[in-house]
């Protein structure tokens, strides 16, 4: 048998499928370096996913049907536009705009609002910037060997940057690539803000980027694409 990789079920994004940044992070880890995932369809939960090599990156297949693929990045990352402390993001968070709205993400392992078993990256704006930010205080349960899992990271950069938080809008848009780049690793217990802002958009795609700071250090950083899913609202 080669390599597979199964998305737990407390990993969702939409109800039936993984959030798209634990599933990109997941495969990013068959890449060196800096990973450029790009996600073809929902990644089912609970399933087994063939992981074959292809050069310096893979590809993800379910029942032989492609999932997603990863690859090396070479993507400038912009600098946060903001630094927030702790403080400020967690006031942000109070402020995010689908508290007590149940849509197809209220149950999102990293940014529903009601999951007590969830990573509460609950984004909201900062005053007076189209820019989000939520504490990032992940627990033992996503740690390994005394360190944050790298597709935690790739979870949290996600949400953070969704571009409908940002923008004040209530369309539904889901992930279609990220890429980003994990600085340093993430120690048990560390406390970190998440950031993430809007980079314009092209029809149904609207682009951001997001990082993950520890006062004034980037300790994590992407980019991504996302794709408006049609007559979706929240």
Partial sequence: MGEQIVIGARFNGPPASANGGYAAGLAA???DGPARVSLRRPPPLETPLDVVRDGA???VL???VLVAE???SDAEFP???VRPGLAAA???RERHPWIGVRNMLTGCFVC???????????????????VCAAPFEPDATVTENGVVRPEILWAALDCVGYPPFAQGTEVIALLGTLEAEIVREVAAGERLVAVGWP???SGRKSFSASALLSADEVVARARATWITVPDAVG
């Fill in 29 to 31: 880890a068959f890449v």
């Fill in 57 to 59: 990156g893979v590809r």
């Fill in 62 to 64: 379910h029942d032989g």
């Fill in 70 to 72: 990863a690859g090396p």
């Fill in 79 to 81: 600098d946060p536009p």
């Fill in 90 to 92: 967690a006031e942000a």
């Fill in 112 to 130: 529903g609002h009601g999951r007590a078993d969830g990573l509460r990256v609950t984004p909201g704006r900062l005053p007076d910037a189209d």
């Fill in 199 to 201: 980079l314009g958009s």
